[in-house]
T-cell receptor, first 111, second 110 residues
């Protein structure tokens, strides 16, 4: 059975204090790993797709990386507007076009 | 603008009532999904559909029903058999890889 875990559960940073969020996965045949940002009371907003180990994607202050067992979302010099819950999801051979989501990391960036 | 529209944003259900949540997309995506989100938990799959007139149960389908009569529409009915329906419901669509989400419907039992 595919599993996705995320750590930490919650993270508080000062503005400008860089850090990383972790997504660990156990799947049979990874087809893709996805990062989403979710603001309170809103639907998740797509950020990145990663397909193979060694791949990296960047967008503004965010950079996502992928290994064979985990993915990291690096946040460089965060701002208060980066505060949100960050969700990780995988697609695998087990579930075809379906997605398995992790529980998310709640990020708070203090001014 | 292309996207996924969920309505209503807030919905209140009395005990024993069935309610229907709407999901419409104009992205021309074949696959559509319904997820339930509870505090502190990841998204859990209720139902999914890969093509019109076909849909499959997800991990927590009991007490829910769906239809897929048009490519653009995938409504979810929360029946009286669902004993704990209070949650945030998210609809998504996908063409093959990443999924795109609507803004959600918050359902509360009163």
């Amino acid at each position: 059975e595919d599993q996705v875990t995320q750590s930490p559960e919650a993270l508080r940073l000062q503005e400008g204090e860089s850090s990383s969020l972790n997504c660990s996965y156990t799947v049979s045949g990874l087809r893709g790993l996805f990062w989403y940002r979710q603001d309170p009371g809103k639907g998740p907003e797509f950020l990145f797709t990663l397909y193979s180990a060694g791949e990296e994607k960047e967008k503004e202050r965010l950079k996502a990386t992928l290994t064979k067992k985990e993915s990291f979302l690096h946040i460089t010099a965060p701002k208060p507007e980066d505060s949100a819950t960050y969700l990780c999801a995988v697609q695998s051979d087990n579930y075809g076009q379906n997605f398995v989501f992790g529980p998310g990391t709640r990020l708070s960036v203090l001014p | 603008d292309g996207g996924i529209t969920q309505s209503p944003k807030y919905l209140f259900r009395k005990e024993g009532q069935n309610v229907t949540l709407s999901c419409e997309q104009n992205l021309n995506h074949d696959a559509m999904y319904w997820y339930r989100q509870d505090p502190g938990q990841g998204l859990r799959l209720i139902y999914y559909s890969q093509i019109v007139n076909d849909f499959q149960k997800g991990d927590i389908a009991e007490g829910y029903s769906v239809s897929r009569e048009k490519k653009e529409s995938f409504p979810l009915t929360v029946t009286s058999a669902q004993k704990n329906p209070t949650a945030f419901y998210l609809c998504a669509s996908s063409i093959s890889t990443e999924a795109f989400f609507g803004q959600g419907t918050r359902l509360t039992v009163v």
